[in-house]
T-cell receptor, first 112, second 115 residues
Framework: DAGVTQSPTHLIKTRGQHVTLRCSPI?????VSWYQQVLGQGPQFIFQ???????GRGNFPDRFSARQFPNYSSELNVNALLLGDSALYLC???????????FGPGTRLTVL | QKEVEQNSGPLSVPEGAIASLNCTYS??????FFWYRQYSGKSPELIMS????GDKEDGRFTAQLNKASQYVSLLIRDSQPSDSATYLC???????????????FGQGTILTVHP
């Protein structure tokens, strides 16, 4: 079975722009979580969706939003990009809300 | 106090030795505990999960959990140069609440296994 997939792999944006990141979970997984990882730190939780409903939100500004589609894929949107948003954005999927989470390859976002 | 703490290292061990990685957490009622391995430039890869006190072994890896001491560790036996990576400890909170499935990570321990 295919693992978690994310697109795009890399992205370069300028300050103030908007970005949409996409994630497809492992087949059969109904929960998708998003994390931000900056260099030298562990991933930080942004959102969790389970059965298409938001089930958790981390300490991120309202510029960050997400949604989950009927096929359980997910999008993360970030508005009004700041230099500090430059990071590796990771998507993880799990069968249920509190199960083992498996990460995709990530999207490397650079904001100039 | 950080929610999950790890010694950032780097931890350097010779090939064939046992590498011991440690993690402490602050939420006494945390439910689930995970170890991820992350190679440079790659995403985290789940290598162990543990849910109850005691030891759990999987090949060369052993996870140890002590909820009373709020401590979880990972032992890597017969360390290989290919084990050189950053090891991330992650914890999920207690049942219920709005962050039920949230993984809280430590900052990671860099492990180097030298031939």
């Amino acid at each position: 079975d295919a693992g978690v997939t994310q697109s795009p792999t890399h992205l370069i944006k300028t300050r103030g722009q908007h970005v949409t990141l996409r994630c497809s979970p492992i087949s059969g997984h109904k929960s998708v979580s998003w994390y931000q990882q900056v260099l030298g730190q562990g991933p930080q939780f942004i959102f969790q969706y389970y059965e298409k409903e938001e089930r958790g939100r981390g300490n991120f500004p309202d510029r960050f939003s997400a949604r989950q589609f009927p096929n359980y894929s997910s999008e993360l949107n970030v508005n009004a990009l700041l230099l500090g948003d430059s990071a590796l954005y990771l998507c993880a999927s799990s069968t249920r809300q509190n199960n083992e989470q498996f990460f995709g390859p990530g999207t490397r976002l650079t904001v100039l | 106090q950080k929610e999950v703490e790890q010694n950032s290292g780097p931890l350097s061990v010779p090939e064939g030795a046992i590498a011991s990685l440690n993690c402490t957490y602050s939420d006494r009622v945390s439910q689930s505990f995970f170890w991820y391995r992350q190679y440079s430039g790659k995403s985290p890869e789940l290598i162990m999960s543990i849910y109850s006190n005691g030891d759990k072994e999987d090949g060369r890896f052993t996870a140890q959990l002590n909820k009373a001491s709020q401590y979880v560790s990972l032992l890597i036996r017969d360390s290989q140069p290919s084990d050189s990576a950053t090891y991330l400890c992650a914890v999920t909170p207690s049942l219920g609440g709005t962050s039920y499935g949230k993984l809280t990570f430590g900052q990671g321990t860099i492990l180097t296994v030298h031939p």
